[in-house]
């Protein structure tokens, strides 16, 4: 089965990438299986976050905590590229945990325009680096 993305999720992405604009940034997408229902923002504790993203810890392990107390499972992460494109930049590939993760990437189509439309892409971030992923948007 394709991957899943709620509008609300897709939404949410876009929204922190706006507003974090000229910033990366990031958070943790939610849900179960190959469908993400939740993308919820996070701190960018990154000691320069106008080019580089690290999702919060303290945000990260309360997620896992909550996936293991019944809550939705965190399939993976989201950051934006303010000013570059929506695939994984050599930074991205080198901090990679290659953990089977879901990366979602968020880029404006228009060079440095914040406000305007943002393109998102998947990623499979596999044992052998990161493969394009497929999506379907769904009501949500």
């Given at each position: 089965?394709p991957l899943q993305?709620d509008?609300?999720?897709?939404?949410?992405?876009?929204a922190?990438?706006q507003?974090?604009?000229?910033?990366?940034a990031c958070?943790?997408?939610?849900g179960?299986?190959?469908?993400?229902?939740?993308?919820?923002?996070?701190?960018?504790?990154?000691?320069?976050?106008l080019?580089?993203f690290?999702?919060?810890p303290?945000?990260?392990?309360a997620?896992h905590k909550a996936?293991?107390a019944?809550?939705?499972?965190?399939?993976?992460?989201?950051?934006s590229?303010?000013?570059g494109?929506a695939r994984?930049?050599?930074t991205?590939a080198?901090?990679a945990?290659h953990d089977?993760?879901?990366w979602?990437i968020?880029?404006?189509?228009s060079?440095?325009?914040?406000?305007k439309p943002?393109a998102i892409t998947?990623?499979?971030?596999?044992p052998?680096?990161?493969?394009a992923?497929s999506y379907?948007i769904?009501?949500?």
């Amino acid at each position: 089965m394709p991957l899943q993305i709620d509008t609300s999720a897709m939404a949410a992405i876009i929204a922190a990438a706006q507003e974090a604009a000229p910033a990366e940034a990031c958070g943790i997408l939610l849900g179960s299986g190959s469908h993400i229902e939740q993308a919820v923002r996070t701190t960018n504790v990154a000691q320069d976050p106008l080019r580089h993203f690290e999702i919060d810890p303290a945000a990260l392990i309360a997620a896992h905590k909550a996936a293991r107390a019944g809550g939705p499972e965190v399939l993976g992460y989201f950051h934006s590229h303010p000013n570059g494109l929506a695939r994984p930049s050599t930074t991205d590939a080198s901090s990679a945990a290659h953990d089977g993760k879901i990366w979602a990437i968020a880029a404006p189509l228009s060079d440095g325009q914040r406000d305007k439309p943002w393109a998102i892409t998947c990623w499979h971030d596999g044992p052998n680096g990161f493969e394009a992923l497929s999506y379907a948007i769904i009501a949500g």
